[in-house]
T-cell receptor, first 121, second 112 residues
Framework: GAGVSQSPSNKVTEKGKDVELRCDPI?????LYWYRQSLGQGLEFLIY????????KSGLPSDRFSAERTGGSVSTLTIQRTQQEDSAVYLC???????????????????FGSGTQLSVL | ELKVEQNPLFLSMQEGKNYTIYCNYS?????LYWYRQDPGKSLESLFV?????AVKQEGRLMASLDTKARLSTLHITAAVHDLSATYFC????????????FGTGTRLTIIP
C-alpha cells in the first residue's frame, strides 16, 4: 500500500474486555514498531519486529500486552483485560533496514500510521 | 537506559523570529531523527542525521548533530504559522538495536 495502515482508527471498549489493533506496514518494509502515545505526551516504545529475528518486547508494560507479526507483514497488538490506563493512541510504524558502511543495519526513517485511538471506559 | 530530553517543552514565538529546539541524549549514538506531529495527526519524518557534524536543511528548518556533546538542535528561521506543531527527536542506541527512543516533544506555537 501507499502508507502504513492501522485499524480501527477508533476503539471504545469496556474495562476488562480484550482488544486487537491491526497494523498493515508498507510493502517490503522489514521492520515494524508499535508505540503508545498518551494525551499530550511523548511516544512510549512497546515492541519492535525486524525480519525473522526475535522481537524486542522490552517496552510492553505488562503481560496483558502481546503482539504478533504474521508472515513478516501484518501485525496485531492485543491487549487483554483492558484497564483505563491503557487508553491512548497506539501508533504503528514501519521502515526499511539497509546495510550501513560497517555492515550493521541502518534504519533510514520510520513511516507512521495514523494510529488507533483506544478509549477504555 | 537511553534517555532523550528536549527543551523547551513548550514554545510560543512570533512569526518572523528565530529559535532553536534542543535534544540531549544520555548514551552514545550516531543517528538521530526529527519528526513533526500536527494536532490529531500522526508523525511525519523531517530529518535523519547519520553522523557527527551532520547538518540538514529543509525550508525554514535546519537540524544538526554533535555526537560528542550528545546534542542535536532544530533551528527555526523566520518562523511562519504553518510551522506550529509538536517536534520530536528520536535516537537509536549503538550496536545494532534499531529501537528508536523518542524525546518528550516540543510543542511549538507560532503567533501571528
Amino acid at each position: 500500500g501507499a502508507g502504513v495502515s492501522q485499524s480501527p482508527s477508533n476503539k471504545v471498549t469496556e474495562k476488562g474486555k480484550d482488544v486487537e489493533l491491526r497494523c498493515d506496514p508498507i510493502s517490503g518494509h522489514t521492520a515494524l514498531y508499535w508505540y503508545r502515545q498518551s494525551l499530550g505526551q511523548g511516544l512510549e516504545f512497546l515492541i519492535y519486529f525486524q525480519g525473522n529475528s526475535a522481537p524486542d518486547k522490552s517496552g510492553l508494560p505488562s503481560d496483558r500486552f502481546s503482539a504478533e507479526r504474521t508472515g513478516g507483514s501484518v501485525s496485531t497488538l492485543t491487549i487483554q483485560r483492558t484497564q483505563q490506563e491503557d487508553s491512548a493512541v497506539y501508533l504503528c510504524a514501519s521502515s526499511l533496514i539497509h546495510a550501513g558502511a560497517s555492515g550493521q543495519g541502518v534504519n533510514e526513517k520510520l513511516f507512521f500510521g495514523s494510529g488507533t485511538q483506544l478509549s477504555v471506559l | 537506559e537511553l534517555k532523550v530530553e528536549q527543551n523547551p517543552l513548550f514554545l510560543s514565538m512570533q512569526e518572523g523570529k528565530n529559535y532553536t529546539i534542543y535534544c540531549n541524549y544520555s548514551t552514545t549514538s550516531d543517528r538521530l531523527y526529527w519528526y513533526r506531529q500536527d494536532p490529531g495527526k500522526s508523525l511525519e519524518s523531517l530529518f535523519v542525521l547519520l553522523s557527527n557534524g551532520a547538518v540538514k536543511q529543509e525550508g525554514r528548518l535546519m537540524a544538526s548533530l554533535d555526537t560528542k556533546a550528545r546534542l542535536s538542535t532544530l533551528h527555526i528561521t523566520a518562523a511562519v504559522h504553518d510551522l506550529s506543531a509538536t517536534y520530536f527527536c528520536a535516537v537509536v542506541p549503538p550496536r545494532g538495536n534499531e529501537k528508536l527512543t523518542f524525546g518528550t516533544g516540543t510543542r511549538l506555537t507560532i503567533i501571528p
